[in-house]
């Protein structure tokens, strides 16, 4: 069975701080890896993905998350956050390849202060 | 992009009783949607998948008697809890994958959830 684990469950940073959240899966096969945000009071969407490729997958607003295959990791990141970042953040993960379930890490709420 | 909806966001109910929660894909059809269950800071749980045309699927540990599904089209599905207790309450979430694709090889489009309290 696969699993995804999120290291840091409250990150509180100051405007234009880095950022780095954990995710780490496990799963013996190929895997399909997410990132989702949650702003507060909206529903979750899509950050960004990877499936094949690259491991540097750049998403939406700045984010990017890199894919080390050999560390079962698959880390978000931003160079520089903004107030308007404060949100939770989901990693998750799917097996390749037709349907598969898709298993949530227990998520990171990141707070930034102006 | 594809728009996800729920109904109601919210409802309180007693014990005892039946709810209702719906899940419509609001500009494309969605043959496969899935049910989830998130309690308070914790992770989103998939319960089961809704399939329309068939039966649902669901997740290990999950009571299909009592969380009952049904795709009445394809463009609506239904969770119904049954007979709620305290200890179903919580946020219930639903999605469906992007239009022309199926299964959990995408991204999938999220409702905004529903707020399950039962007194």
């Known amino acids: 069975a696969q699993s995804v684990s999120q290291h840091n469950h409250h990150v509180i940073l100051s405007e234009a701080a880095s950022l780095e959240l954990g995710c780490n899966y496990s799963?013996?096969?190929?895997?399909?890896l997410f990132w989702y945000v949650q702003y507060p009071g909206q529903h979750l969407q899509l950050l960004l993905k990877y499936f094949s490729g690259d491991p540097l997958v750049k998403g939406i607003k700045g984010f990017e998350a890199e894919f080390i295959k050999s560390k079962f990791s698959f880390n978000l990141r931003k160079p520089s956050v903004q107030w308007s970042d404060t949100a939770e953040y989901f990693c998750a993960v799917t097996s390749s390849g037709g349907y598969q379930k898709v298993t949530f890490g227990t998520g990171t709420k990141l707070q930034v202060i102006p | 992009g594809a728009v996800v909806s729920q109904h109601p966001s919210w409802v309180i109910c007693k014990s005892g009783t039946s709810v209702k929660i719906e899940c419509r894909s609001l500009?494309?059809?969605?043959?496969?949607m899935f049910w989830y269950r998130q309690f308070p800071k914790q992770s989103l749980m998939l319960m089961a998948t809704s399939n329309e045309g068939s039966k649902a699927t669901y997740e290990q540990g999950v009571e299909k008697d009592k969380f009952l599904i049904n795709h009445a089209s394809l463009t609506l599905s239904t969770l119904t809890v049954t007979s709620a207790h305290p200890e179903d309450s919580s946020f219930y979430i639903c999605?469906?994958?992007?239009?022309?694709?199926?299964?959990?090889?995408?991204?999938?489009?999220f409702g905004p959830g529903t707020r399950l309290t039962v007194l």
């Open positions: 500009d494309f059809q969605a043959t496969t």
């Open positions: 799963y013996g096969g190929t895997v399909n």
């Open positions: 999605s469906a994958p992007p239009p022309g694709l199926a299964g959990g090889g995408n991204e999938q489009f």
